[in-house]
């Protein structure tokens, strides 16, 4: 009988052209909102922060695509930030398929990112001062083993540092040869 008399009430209150929702509605309407169907704004990046510069540079765009995929790209344009990220240059990594990055899932985005990244701001000065170094990343569990050999700088003994000191307003970036994959 209960479920009876709310039925009625709803139709007496609510169906009727006297009740609050008598209206038809759609959800943007509902919740007060634009219309939601149109293309969405482009997001805005803190100038030079390293999201931004990621973002804006044409050689950066696989590396741009996992950041987003890992969903940090948020993190990286922090202005508290203060990273190191090793980011590889797309003609660097043209031999790997671009299949693997369409089918990349969010974890494996997340080291990727996590593993080039350093806690702090390592200059080529600090990167350059010892023959062999461990220096431990953002993924707690990988670390990079940086090696100098005749004025070249390597991380993992297989990937080449070919741009240095990429200044952010947050961080710092190094351009490598190659994605890290730990």
């Known amino acids: 009988?209960?479920?009876y008399n709310f039925f009625i009430?709803?139709?007496k209150y609510k169906m009727t052209s006297s009740g609050p929702y008598s209206e038809a509605m759609n959800f943007t309407q509902m919740f007060d909102m634009n219309d939601i169907r149109g293309q969405l704004p482009e997001i805005k990046?803190?100038?030079n922060s390293i999201t931004d510069i990621i973002n804006t540079h044409p050689d950066f765009s696989k590396f741009k695509y996992i950041l987003i995929l890992a969903k940090l790209e948020g993190i990286y344009d922090d202005i508290?930030?203060?990273f190191t990220v090793f980011v590889p240059s797309d003609r660097s990594i043209r031999h790997i398929n671009d299949n693997i990055f369409l089918n990349m899932d969010l974890?494996?985005?997340?080291n990727i990112i996590k593993s080039s990244t350093l806690k702090r701001k390592i200059t080529t000065s600090i990167l350059e001062d010892s023959l062999s170094s461990w220096i431990h990343t953002q993924e707690p569990t990988n670390r990079l083993l940086v090696t100098n050999k005749n004025g070249r700088t390597?991380?993992?003994n297989t990937i080449n540092v070919i741009h240095k000191n990429m200044q952010a307003t947050n961080g710092i970036i190094h351009v490598i040869d190659d994605?890290?994959?730990v």
């Open 1 to 3: 009988m209960r479920v």
């Open 9 to 11: 009430f709803l139709v």
């Open 45 to 47: 990046y803190r100038k």
């Open 80 to 82: 508290q930030a203060n």
């Open 107 to 110: 974890l494996t985005a997340r």
């Open 154 to 156: 390597f991380l993992n």
């Open 179 to 181: 994605l890290i994959i």
